[in-house]
T-cell receptor, first 110, second 113 residues
């Protein structure tokens, strides 16, 4: 089945710094989602991005489907950005089955 | 608009008891999914339901687990005779179409003592 790999696995930033998180996937996909799981365990939708670039405030994401990767950019990071960032892609034969990466654990220090 | 609502947020059960987790999808969404997250892992698909129908339960253990989405009321994930290995966060998601964006609830965290 499709493999989803995220890097880096862990990241520590000083408040105000920028960062780039990467998601590689092993097969063609129809869409891709980025999520933020905050320290309380809540899973928050960030982007639904099959291709191209989207921006939402300090966050933006780019998916290059032909090269099988997506990037999540966090600018001017804040302590509330801490948590785990997951990317997920659907299986081709059953698009409701999202395959999640193992996540990037981000800690933003004040 | 309310998002996906799950309850309870936290549930503690002793081994052998039953756990019932409830999920109300986003208003207007007829596709409901349950995912499980074990500690330090990503979410894994369990079951996909539409009103009164189980579409795909291939990710759900064959024994002790069941799910329903009745004509009226929330979707229910039921775990009978819980064991310690069932301790996890159970997330419900809904979507307006079968291949659309999934919106997740806040999860229900089950702890089995």
């Amino acid at each position: 089945g499709i493999q989803v790999e995220q890097s880096p696995p862990d990241l520590i930033l000083q408040e105000g710094a920028n960062s780039t998180l990467r998601c590689n996937f092993s097969d063609s996909v129809n869409n891709l989602q980025w999520f933020h799981q905050n320290p309380w365990g809540q899973l928050i939708n960030l982007f639904y991005i099959p291709s191209g670039t989207k921006q939402n405030g300090r966050l933006s994401a780019t998916t290059v489907a032909t090269e099988r990767y997506s990037l999540l950019y966090i600018s001017s990071s804040q302590t509330t950005d801490s948590g785990v960032y997951f990317c997920a892609v659907p299986r081709m034969d059953s698009s409701y089955k999202l395959i999640f990466g193992s996540g990037t654990r981000l800690l933003v220090r004040p | 608009n309310a998002g996906v609502m799950q309850n309870p947020r936290h549930l503690v059960r002793r081994r052998g008891q039953e756990a019932r987790l409830r999920c109300s999808p986003v208003k207007g969404h007829s596709h409901v999914y349950w995912y499980r997250q074990l500690p330090e892992e990503g979410l894994k698909f369990m079951v996909y339901l539409q009103k009164e129908n189980i579409i795909d339960e291939s990710g759900m253990p064959k024994e002790r687990f069941s799910a329903e989405f009745p004509k009226e009321g929330p979707s229910i994930l039921r775990i009978q005779q819980v064991v310690r290995g069932d301790s996890a966060a159970y997330f419900c998601a809904s979507s307006p179409t079968a291949d659309g964006e999934l919106f997740f609830g806040e999860g229900s965290r089950l702890t089995v003592l």
